[in-house]
């Protein structure tokens, strides 16, 4: 089965990887020539547009950043679109809208191309390792066709509906991992105004009924300050947006998503944008007015 892979970032990069280790064959193309290098020395064949990838492929696979950019790479100039063939498939893996990959998707079929959404969540971790957790939307029997590729990538793999429905569910997806981001950051704020060490109410509390993935990874990361990112705020964003317009379009209120996004957004007006979510605590203690940064005021307008 000859693989294509567009979108070789901290995502796409490791993934690819896995696949060439696997023994797939694939060709390869990213916007940043420089980034194949290693792609490359390791099997891969370099092609020189989308449209090439796939012409050469029959599984083609995208991990790029939003909606406009899958847009552009599958529908726009010398892309997967012009190159692709009846009978091919479309695996976009990115985190975009559901309603712009049915589109795509549409588009697709007209000359006879599957297409499967299949958003991850696990971080690079999950990529390097292959252990990501994917989220399907397609027709079940383009999954089967394409179960040895994910099987790569991923260690659950769930066929959640149709076409945009993997997106959906990448979306409640990151609904619950920032909304618990920021019941941490409460947490963590609220312990240290009490005079109580965090590090003592985290290994209290992360087996019982308030352990969670956000207080054990994230939470000793607030205490001890590293803002380095796993996932980055302006990403987190990029995801809290299309849930927002999700939302929307559904005629639903989703009160503690549009309060994290309104936090999130002071750290992006603050300069942390590319730093982790769990930046998402100098939010709160700039409304409390404990942040020694100097920094724009949060006022909640929600
Ligand atoms: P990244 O490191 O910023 O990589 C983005 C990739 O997309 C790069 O290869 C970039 O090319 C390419 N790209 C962006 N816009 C493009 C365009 N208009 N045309 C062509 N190529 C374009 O991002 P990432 O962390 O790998 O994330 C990729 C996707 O996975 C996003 O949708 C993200 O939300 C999702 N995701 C990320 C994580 C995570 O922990 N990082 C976890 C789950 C899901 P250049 O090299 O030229 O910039």
Known sequence: MRIGFIGLGIMGKPMCLNLLKAGFSVTVWNRTKSKTNDLVKNGASLAISPRQVAEKSEIIITIVKDSADVEEVILGRDGVFEGGKAGDIVIDMSTISPFITQRIAAKLLEKGIEMLDAPVSGGDSGAIAGTLSIMVGGKAETLARCLSVFNVLGKTITHVGSIGMGQSVKLCNQILVSVTNMAVCEAVTFCQASGIDPQIMIQATQNG?????????????MVRRDFYPGFMIDLQQKDLRLATESAQALNLKLPALSLVKELFANCVENGEGKE???????ALERINGSSTLSSKKFSLTF
Do not use: C, D, F, R
Request: proline share 5%; aromatic share 4%.
């Open 209 to 221: 009924a308030a352990g969670s993935w956000q207080l054990i990874n994230l939470g000793p990361k």
């Open 276 to 282: 982790g979510s769990q930046a998402l605590i100098k």
